[in-house]
């Protein structure tokens, strides 16, 4: 009798199923969010921001000036606006958001470098936004340079540059092109699954109690264990069509490689909709009602979006964040997805981080277990 | 008017139990002469919830076969009670045995074997009839389920509607229900918490129907009620505010434990007698039945005189008749409406002109220092027993 009953384990899994299919708006909820956030994490999400507006002040109509202008306007991240005559109305054009850069070409720039004064060349970005103007920035030095380059030939051969005496090679590995969809995309199936694994598990505990129907369970000889089983195990099955939905997604929509071990992908996922769930389960016994657990599990969302690498670099934050970011789950499901999907990555090579995953598993169950209980206290 | 406790049986004199009075003793005949064991046995159950004690030091007895009926006001402690009897919360002290075992110890058997029907209606909206009587049938694991279902349906007459949401039911439909499927594995005990809260008087009626029969083939049921027409049905009845038993015994000798005498009056203009009547010292509690008035007090001798004064006058009839559950019920259902506010109701208690009916005798050990105490106490004031 007070043995793990299997048909009581059943009898609460066969319930959810049916509560789950007649709830109509949570299941749609289900599939559609992580397509929705697919296609605007996917398509509306961009790290390396081009065709930014741009003015520019020109005090030298030279051949060199509207070189270095063709040269910015290939490189794709400017799009000229127009032009301004003052560095009074550039100021202006970047306070009101107009542009984001203005470019400033002094007077006689092309005299002045013909004959090796070094003249300088202002470009006033708006870097109230770093990422605006990060990606921008860094490429208008190689622009001009190539601008100076190929015009210096013939009687002006004297300006070209002489080369560096070293050359620095940069490979960009497992997302040459920069793509941001290829980094967001795989992380967001660690987002997509952490926000309704977690949010769906404690909302339909919490509704047990809220609803009074807890009473009435708790007082049959069910056992903890089949309650909690019975109700997590639905919740991986739709864990499943999620990461299915979104493999599908975003290898139509974003040509996203997988390239690693289907295996190591596969552990990882069920560790990772496993922790969450149990997560889930951890905050309904926290909460007091349906609401509270909402607010609770979005509260938690946060540090998943924020902490885990998803959005920014992990390496980045300082040694306080990283420490807060390691005992997220979502961390190291991040990590071990890209690493299968983009760069290939085995079994061994996740180990490390399906290791932590049942690390901070173990914490949680633990926890969830010693908080729930049997009785109405 | 009769805002008066009565001090439970235990805390008589031992004049009074000596007498054929309200005594533990009355509970040990088993009404169906078979098993002599209790059906629940439960000494000094304490349950605090954030420092106020929701239930204090609570004995009670219930005999096999039983129906026992649990009266009192709102938020005095009627649903933690009978959740610590099954298993659903933990006491904070006190000890006791529900079908012969430990409450706090032996949940799993207790549950596997008892019917618990919640205040609110608590099974699934989102699922049909059948589905719910199934997941309860699977959750005692049943055996020869589907066909116990089947005929769970049939008994409720809703084989028809099996496929309805239970959601979607009336209030007396989703009543039976519930009732229906704690009765899924053939429970020993029932424990009904205000069953039926919300149910119109005909489903009320069926309902405890159900329940005698039950109670016929020797299921004892425990049920927590707020209506006179449930209480009269009970074999047995406890009373219970502030979280402390405040009288207990069989229903019949439930009038004689409170000491009321009763008169029954006729008259022309009972408005106009009811209003008087209600002025008049000796007279607690007016109730009216029909075209009758029940007025009843502790105070034989000033009843007596009152009555003696008043026959004949106006058109009034005055006859004395013995006092009844009804006007035990009405009196005691009356010494408080809210016990969620216990300094208001205290204040309240300590109207003029009845403490004089406090007896010296009785001891309350166990209140004393509880800032919740019960509203003023007072013995049973059978004349007759006044010496102590």
């Known amino acids: 009798m007070l043995r793990f009953s299997l048909p ?21 909820m289900m599939i559609g969010v992580p397509i929705m956030q697919l296609l605007i994490f ?65 007077p006689h720039f092309q005299r002045d470098l013909l004959r090796g004064q070094r003249p300088q060349i202002l470009l006033s970005a708006d870097a109230s936004d770093p990422a605006a103007a990060g990606g921008a920035s860094a490429a208008i030095g190689q622009i001009v340079q190539q601008a100076v380059a190929s015009l210096a030939s013939g009687p002006l051969a004297s300006a070209k540059p002489s080369p560096p005496p070293f050359e620095v090679i940069v490979h960009r590995q497992f997302n040459p092109e920069g793509l941001t969809a290829l980094n967001v995309v795989p992380g967001l199936l660690g987002v997509i699954l952490s926000m309704t694994m977690v949010l769906i598990t404690s909302v ?81 016994t926290f909460a007091k009602s349906q609401m509270q657990a909402m607010q609770v599990s979005f509260f938690l969302l946060l540090p998943t979006i924020l902490l885990s690498g998803f959005m920014f670099p992990f390496a980045a934050m300082p040694g306080w964040a990283q420490t807060i970011g390691s005992a997220i789950p979502a961390t190291h499901f991040l990590r071990l997805v890209r690493k299968v999907m983009l760069k290939g990555a085995a079994l061994p090579d996740v180990a490390i981080d399906m290791g932590a995953i049942v690390l901070i598993m173990a914490v949680i169950v633990v926890a969830a277990l010693k908080r729930y209980r049997q009785t109405l206290d | 008017m009769s805002r008066v406790t009565i001090a439970t049986p235990e805390d008589t004199t031992p004049e009074d139990a000596s007498s054929e009075g309200p005594t533990t003793k009355a509970f040990s005949a088993d009404p169906t002469g078979s098993n002599p064991d209790w059906a629940i046995s439960v000494r000094g159950l304490t349950k605090a919830f954030s420092g106020r004690r929701v239930v204090d030091n609570f004995d009670m007895q219930v005999p096999r ?115 229906a499927a704690c009765l899924i594995h053939d429970p020993q005990l029932l424990l009904l918490d205000e069953p039926t809260a919300g149910v119109d008087p005909k489903a009320r009626r069926d309902f405890w129907a159900e329940i005698r029969q039950l109670s016929q083939r020797g299921v004892t049921v425990l049920v927590s009620t707020h209506y006179m027409d449930e209480a009269v049905q009970c074999d047995f009845i406890a009373y219970i505010a502030y979280g402390k038993k405040l009288i207990a015994g069989r229903s019949t000798e439930i009038p004689h434990m409170i000491g009321l005498h009763t008169w029954r009056i006729t008259a022309p203009d009972l408005d106009r007698l009811e209003a008087m009547l209600e002025q008049a010292p000796a007279v607690e509690q007016v109730a009216r039945f029909g075209a009758v008035l029940h007025a009843s007090g502790r105070d034989g001798p000033a009843l007596q005189a009152l009555a003696d004064v008043q026959d004949g006058q ?45 007896a010296p005798g009785h001891s309350s050990g166990h209140s004393s220092g509880q800032p919740p105490a019960p509203p003023q106490t007072t013995r049973p004031t059978d004349p007759g027993k006044e010496a102590s």
């Open chain 1, 8 to 28: 009581r384990f059943l009898a609460v899994l066969v319930k959810e199923f049916i509560q789950m299919r007649r709830d109509r708006v949570t299941f749609a």
């Open chain 1, 42 to 106: 996917g398509y509306a999400i961009n790290s390396d921001p081009r065709h930014l507006p741009t003015y520019v002040e020109m005090a030298d109509n030279s051949p060199l000036s509207r070189a270095i202008i063709y040269g910015m306007k290939t490189s794709s991240y400017f799009d000229f606006e127009g032009q301004v005559t003052s560095p009074e109305a550039g100021d202006q054009a970047l306070k009101d958001g107009r542009a984001n850069f203005v470019l400033v070409i002094p």
């Open chain 1, 204 to 284: 339909a505990i919490v509704r047990e109690r809220e609803r009074g129907t807890m009473e009435a369970l708790i007082s049959t000889p069910v056992r903890p264990a089949e309650v909690m089983l019975g109700k997590i195990i639905p919740y991986v099955l739709v864990g499943y069509v999620q990461t299915a939905v979104f493999l599908l997604a975003s290898h139509a929509l974003f040509d996203v490689p997988f390239l690693g071990s289907p295996l190591a992908f596969f552990i990882g996922f069920n560790l990772y909709i496993v922790v969450n769930l149990a997560l889930g389960f951890l905050i309904s």
């Open chain 2, 65 to 179: 076969g039983a129906i026992y009926g649990f009266l009192g006001p709102n938020g005095s402690g009627k649903t933690t009670t009978i959740r610590m009897m099954c298993g659903l919360l933990t006491p904070d002290a006190g000890h006791g045995a529900c079908l012969g075992f430990d409450i706090q110890k032996q949940q799993a058997e207790i549950k596997a074997r008892i019917g618990y029907m919640t205040q609110r209606f608590s099974l699934y909206e989102d699922l049909t009839i059948r589905e719910n009587l199934d997941f309860f049938a699977r959750m005692y694991r049943v055996g020869q389920r589907r066909q116990k279902v089947a005929q769970a349906l049939d008994d409720l007459g809703l084989s028809g509607r099996a496929h309805q949401l239970a959601g979607t039911l009336s209030g007396g439909w989703k009543q039976r229900l519930a009732l």
């Open chain 2, 314 to 358: 106006d058109g009034q009839r005055w006859s004395y008749k013995e006092t009844e559950l009804e006007e035990a019920f009405i009196y005691l259902m009356a010494s408080g409406t809210d016990n969620f506010a216990p300094e208001l109701s205290q204040a309240s208690s300590q109207a003029p002109g009845h403490s004089s009916g406090q």
